[in-house]
């Protein structure tokens, strides 16, 4: 893991990109973040996120092609990394590590 | 659904993102407004779409969209002036002591005499008559004149 610091937010949106494939810019992580935990998130918030996540090399982007409904604009497609994808399975991981050893509790 | 005419984002808001982002970042930026914007004329009403799509370009509105109209301040020159400063003083030793010791001694001096200055121009202000008192010959308030003998001067 060595001294990357991942934010909640930056790990959710990163997991986003890995589900969406190859459809994930803007308008469609934010919806998706939206179906999942019923709160809304805006398109700069994500704009900023996604950039942090380029910057750390954990998403790669390329230019897409522009539709109508966009007013004629491009968009940037986001592909997380073999490093992004690596750092997301170590934090899995350690998550996971963390419940086998968590109790069963059952709370009355 | 039938799209009306006028469910255009707000043009004042629009005209604002293209002057102030860079033009490689206003495909995705303005395109994502854009989709974001008819998806909520659909789900939320055209007051709320426009509501949303200028607040989100005000919230774009960050040094990271900007375009590169401000000339970045060459710090490689002010190093090389640092550079040049440090071979003189090298070089002249004399001189620069002189002129170190000088602008010290005057910054010393100058704060001294702000001090004196100061301390003399400070008048007490706790005795009950002050306006009465009488300072080298000036009085604080009241105008030395024959009236002023009529009354008791109080001394500290």
């Keep these: ?108 | 659904m039938k799209k009306p005419n006028h469910s255009q984002p707000p043009s004042w808001a629009k005209r604002l993102l293209g002057w102030y982002c860079h033009e490689n970042l206003l495909d995705e930026i303005e395109g994502d407004l854009t989709e974001q914007f008819f998806k909520n004329v659909e789900q939320k009403g055209l007051r709320q779409a426009k509501y949303r799509y200028a607040m989100d370009v005000i919230r774009f509105f960050h040094p990271s969209s900007f375009k590169n109209t401000v000339p970045a301040i060459n710090l490689a020159l002010f190093a090389s002036y640092f550079t040049v400063a440090i071979r003189v003083f090298r070089r002249d030793k004399a001189f620069t002591l002189t002129n170190v010791l000088g602008l010290s001694l005057a910054i010393i001096c100058s704060g001294f005499i702000f001090l004196l200055v100061h301390d003399e121009l400070k008048f007490n202000d706790f005795p009950r008559y002050k306006e009465r008192i009488c300072c080298n010959g000036k009085c604080a308030g009241v105008r030395h004149n024959a009236d002023m003998e009529k009354h008791t001067l109080y001394f500290e």
């Design chain 1, 1 to 108: 893991m060595s001294n990357l610091s991942l934010g909640n937010l930056e790990e959710t949106i990163l997991l986003l990109v890995l589900v969406l494939r190859d459809d994930a810019y803007g308008v469609s992580v934010a919806e998706e973040y939206q179906r999942r935990y019923n709160k809304s998130i805006s398109i700069p918030a994500i704009h900023t996120v996604l950039g942090r996540l380029e910057k750390k090399a954990l998403v790669t982007s390329r230019m897409g092609g522009a539709t109508a409904e966009r007013g004629g604009r491009k968009k940037r497609l986001f592909e997380v990394t073999r490093y992004g994808y690596k750092v997301l399975c170590d934090l899995r991981d350690a998550r996971a590590q963390l419940w086998d050893m968590a109790p069963n509790l059952t709370f009355q």
